[in-house]
């Protein structure tokens, strides 16, 4: 698999989850469902999930995330 790919991936599958469980938190404290049951959720886990980056190298790019509660980037 391609390691841009699978980066993006990995993004994904941890930025849908952190959404998911974020939303399922939210909605059992609010009775009611409204536009803060989905932007309080949305920016919980834009905070959390790791950002994908990039570094050019000599012999080509490598791929990682990075969260903002390291420096360290975790290599794909």
């Known amino acids: 698999m391609n390691p ?3 980066m993006l991936g990995i993004h994904v599958i941890i930025f849908l ?3 998911l469980l974020a939303r399922f938190i939210m909605m059992q404290l609010v009775m009611e469902a409204s536009l803060w049951t989905t932007i309080v ?3 919980c886990a ?3 999930a790791p950002r994908p980056h990039v570094v050019q190298m000599q ?3 490598e791929y990682g995330l990075k969260s903002i509660f390291s420096k360290k980037v975790f290599k794909v």
């Open 4 to 6: 841009r790919y699978k």
């Open 17 to 19: 989850t952190a959404f």
């Open 59 to 61: 012999s080509g790019k």
């Open 46 to 48: 834009w905070l959390i």
């Open 41 to 43: 959720p949305l920016t």
